[in-house]
């Protein structure tokens, strides 16, 4: 892979300013390791062949630190975007990604991201078709910003919060936690004896492989800021439906069990970036179990829940000493800029 250059070791305003440095830096880190047809048109927009239904979304990355276990911006960017299609039960297709880099910001951490971004890109067969650079003065941002917009064609229609009902039971993807986790650490500068990584991946593998076996999937939800809580507070009152979960079948692991006894979180409301919840009807729920562990490299998926006529707009937390309490949607900002 070419390097941007052998001289420059920082990004200049210069590399913002629409000539000759734009035009290298452009061409020989975004294009570079983005190259697909519709990107090296260099047309002011990219023109796309779209047919039937499709999702969009967009979403701004501003994570700090920039680098952590299990990731970076620019994987995290990519992952975002292209999970959050799909959720929507669409295959991922076309990103735009737009960056804001402070001045000053090291040319080197720039290409790992960018490579770090097209590595991810793989996963889901997507492709960055336009995209647009911001260079702003040292002091203006912090480092490095992300914009990614995604399109996708939707296979399996009528996906939605408001499909949730009672009867379904409710899986979790993943143990929860670990993103919120791992940037805690990093921030902290905490040193565990652990291999605690986020969990941010993409999440497409295994939804297609849930689609490709017919499974209906009333609700899909990634739990990323404000986690499990938040995805099932806010299914609950879409649907207005009573949600009752098992803490003892929600995974858990150590290492994020230990940090939220040390500064008192609680697991189910840190972000994550690869886990997601499904409502599925009962009957089939162990069957989606098996899919999604077999062959979609979720071995800790659980069945943690079920959706019920009770208490409508309410989750209910069942705790391993058999009592109740209400699961609340978190309150405040436990972690800023998490992603």
């Known amino acids: 892979m070419a390097d941007v250059s052998t001289k420059e070791k920082a990004i200049q305003l210069s590399h913002?300013?629409?000539?000759?440095?734009?035009?290298?830096?452009?061409?020989?880190?975004?294009?570079?390791?983005?190259?697909?047809?519709?990107?090296?048109?260099?047309?002011?927009?990219?023109?796309?062949?779209?047919?039937?239904?499709?999702?969009?979304?967009?979403?701004?990355?501003?994570?700090?630190?920039?680098?952590?276990?299990?990731?970076?911006?620019?994987?995290?960017?990519?992952?975002?975007?292209?999970?959050?299609?799909?959720?929507?039960?669409?295959?991922?297709?076309?990103?735009?990604?737009?960056?804001?880099?402070?001045?000053?910001?090291?040319?080197?951490?720039?290409?790992?991201?960018?490579?770090?971004?097209?590595?991810?890109?793989?996963?889901?067969?997507?492709?960055?078709?336009?995209?647009?650079?911001?260079?702003?003065?040292?002091?203006?941002?912090d480092g490095l910003f992300i914009n990614t917009s995604g399109v996708g064609r939707i296979l399996r229609p009528n996906i939605s919060a408001a499909n949730v009902a009672p009867g379904d039971a409710i899986i979790v993807s993943r143990d929860v936690g670990c993103h919120g986790a791992a940037i805690l650490m990093a921030r902290e500068g905490l040193s565990l004896e652990s291999e605690l990584q986020s969990d941010c991946a993409t999440l497409w593998p295994v939804v297609e492989q849930l689609i490709a076996a017919n499974i209906p999937l009333h609700a899909m939800r990634d739990a990323t800021r404000g986690g499990l809580s938040a995805v099932l507070n806010e299914w609950a009152v879409a649907a207005n439906v009573g949600i009752t979960v098992n803490e003892a079948s929600i995974p858990v692991c150590d290492e994020v069990k230990g940090l939220c006894e040390l500064y008192g979180f609680e697991p189910m409301d840190l972000a994550n970036e690869g886990t997601f919840i499904l409502a599925v009807p009962n009957d089939i729920a162990l069957g989606a179990l098996e899919i999604m562990q077999r062959f979609g490299h979720c071995e800790s998926a659980a069945i943690i829940g079920t959706v019920n006529d009770e208490l409508p707009g309410k989750v209910i937390l069942r705790t391993p000493w058999n009592t109740k309490r209400y699961l609340d949607l978190p309150q405040g900002e436990l972690l800023p800029r998490i992603c």
């Open 16 to 141: 913002g300013g629409g000539g000759k440095e734009m035009n290298k830096l452009i061409r020989e880190l975004f294009f570079t390791e983005f190259d697909n047809p519709i990107l090296r048109s260099e047309e002011d927009a990219a023109k796309l062949e779209l047919q039937g239904a499709t999702a969009f979304t967009t979403d701004s990355f501003t994570v700090s630190p920039l680098f952590f276990a299990g990731g970076d911006i620019g994987k995290l960017a990519v992952a975002g975007t292209v999970n959050d299609l799909a959720m929507m039960g669409a295959e991922p297709q076309y990103l735009s990604c737009s960056v804001i880099i402070e001045e000053g910001f090291s040319l080197k951490d720039l290409t790992t991201i960018v490579r770090s971004m097209a590595k991810e890109l793989k996963q889901s067969g997507a492709r960055i078709v336009c995209g647009d650079t911001k260079v702003v003065p040292k002091g203006c941002a």
